[in-house]
C-alpha cells in the first residue's frame, strides 16, 4: 500500500458564507500509522466537507427546524492521531449524543485492535508472534480488515501491501536522520514483506505470519475502516442514517441532510491557479484522498515521499494527490493509497477493472514551476 504517515488535520474555512466549516488537510494514505504520528499535511489536494453548504445554521439549530423533526448535531473527539468529527441528524439532543458515543467508543476500540503505535494493541501482539508455527486467533474486526488488505493488495499487484511495516519503519529513521537506508537493512526489511507471508484461515478465524519480525500496518486502510465501522453504528444501532464520519480525510457520508437533497457538499481543492475548488455533492458513500507534498526528504538533491511502494521499498519521487470516492470507506482509504504507488494511468485502469463501483481523480506536478495535470476515471462527480 502506499505508505506515509498521515494526519489530516484540520483548519477552519468557510465554504459558504452563511456557514463556517473546518477543511480536512489530508495526509498521503500510506501503511504508516493509523495515529499521532500520522501528520502528514496534503498541499495537493484539501478534502474539506461543507456540510450542508447554506441554510445548515439558520436553518437547522439543536432544536430542529420547522416543520422538520430532524435537527443537526456535530460532535468531535481525539482519535486516531486526529480530531474525528461526526455530524448527524437526530430527533433531540439526548438522542444524538447516545448515538455520537457509541460511534466514537466503536472507533476508540478498533484504535485498540488496529494500533502500530500501542505496545499492546491487538496487532502488536499478534506480529510479536511472527514466526510461530502455530496460527494465531484474532478478533473479527482484525480478521476483517485483513482479509479486505490481501484482497486489495492481490488487486492492485502488490501496490497495497499491509506487511510493507519493516520497510515503512526504516524510512521513518531515514526522515530523521537525513540519509537514505543502506541498500543491506533494506533488502533485508524487504526480505520480510509480502502478503504471501500472511495466511487467514476463515474457519478458524486466524493468522499465521510466516517470517519472524514481520510487521503489519494498517495505516493505509485503518482509518477508512473505522469511519466505515463508526457510520454503520449510527445507521444500524441507532437508526441515524443521515449522518457524516471524517477520521481526518476519509469521510462517509450517509443519506441527504433534511434540507439539502443533492447530498453532503464535499470541497476538493486542486492547488491548480487555472482551476477553481471543486464542490461535489454525494449520498451514501466515502470518499479518501492520499498524496504527498509537506512529507517527504531529500536526499542527494532527490526528493523521496514519505509515501513508500512497497514493491521497491522506495518512497516515490513523483508527486501526486487521488481522491477516490465508492461505497465502502475501507476500500477507498486504501486504493487511494494504491493508486498514488501506481500512477494515474495504471492506477485509473485497475480501478476501472477490478473495482466497480469506484471512482478516481489524480492530480500529478507536471512541471517544475508548479503546473498541475489531472486524469479522472469516468464517472468522477462534476461540479
Known amino acids: 500500500m502506499a505508505h506515509h504517515t498521515s494526519s489530516r488535520t484540520q483548519r477552519t474555512r468557510a465554504a459558504d458564507p452563511g456557514w463556517q466549516t473546518w477543511a480536512t488537510r489530508t495526509g498521503c494514505l500510506s501503511l504508516l500509522p493509523t495515529e499521532s504520528a500520522k501528520h502528514v499535511w496534503l498541499c ?185 465501522q463508526a457510520y454503520r453504528v449510527l445507521r444500524d444501532e441507532y437508526g441515524l442514517p443521515g449522518a457524516l464520519v471524517d477520521l481526518g480525510g476519509d469521510l462517509r457520508v450517509g443519506t441527504a441532510p433534511p434540507d439539502r437533497p443533492a447530498g453532503w457538499g464535499v470541497a476538493i481543492q486542486t492547488h491548480d491557479p487555472n482551476r477553481t475548488d471543486r464542490i461535489v455533492h454525494l449520498t451514501d458513500c466515502a470518499i479518501a484522498t492520499s498524496g504527498d507534498l509537506d512529507q517527504f526528504v531529500e536526499i542527494d538533491g532527490v526528493r523521496y515521499s514519505h509515501i513508500v511502494d512497497p514493491r521497491t521499498g522506495l518512497g516515490l519521487t513523483t508527486r501526486v494527490a487521488v481522491t477516490v470516492i465508492g461505497p465502502d470507506a475501507t476500500t477507498a482509504d486504501a486504493l487511494a493509497s494504491a493508486i498514488s504507488v501506481l500512477g494515474a494511468d495504471k492506477g485509473l485502469e485497475v480501478l476501472s477493472d477490478r473495482f466497480p463501483g469506484y471512482v478516481a481523480s489524480v492530480a500529478m506536478l507536471v512541471d517544475a514551476t508548479g503546473n498541475v495535470g489531472h486524469q479522472g476515471s469516468g464517472g468522477f462527480p462534476s461540479d
Open 44 to 228: 495537493w489536494f484539501y478534502v474539506y466537507f461543507c456540510g450542508i453548504l447554506c441554510g445548515c445554521a439558520a436553518g437547522l439549530g439543536s432544536s430542529g427546524s420547522p416543520g422538520s423533526a430532524m435537527a443537526r448535531h456535530e460532535f468531535s473527539r481525539p482519535a486516531m492521531g486526529i480530531r474525528a468529527r461526526i455530524v448527524l441528524y437526530a430527533p433531540n439532543e439526548n438522542a444524538a449524543r447516545h448515538a455520537a458515543a457509541a460511534a466514537f467508543d466503536r472507533i476508540e476500540q478498533l484504535e485498540q485492535v488496529m494500533s502500530d503505535y500501542r505496545p499492546d494493541s491487538e496487532l502488536m501482539r499478534v506480529c510479536d508472534r511472527a514466526g510461530e508455527p502455530a496460527p494465531i486467533p484474532i478478533s473479527p474486526d482484525l480478521f476483517a480488515v485483513l482479509c479486505r488488505s490481501v484482497e486489495i493488495a492481490r488487486a492492485t499487484d502488490g501496490a497495497f501491501d499491509v506487511t510493507i511495516g519493516p520497510v515503512v519503519r526504516l524510512w521513518r529513521q531515514a526522515r530523521k536522520a537525513g540519509s537514505l537506508p543502506s541498500a543491506d537493512s533494506l533488502a533485508e526489511a524487504r526480505s520480510r514483506v509480502g502478503s504471501r507471508h500472511m495466511h487467514l484461515d476463515s474457519q478458524e478465524q486466524s493468522l499465521r505470519l510466516d517470517l519472524p519480525r514481520m510487521r503489519l500496518d494498517l495505516g493505509g486502510i485503518g482509518k477508512g475502516f473505522a469511519a466505515e
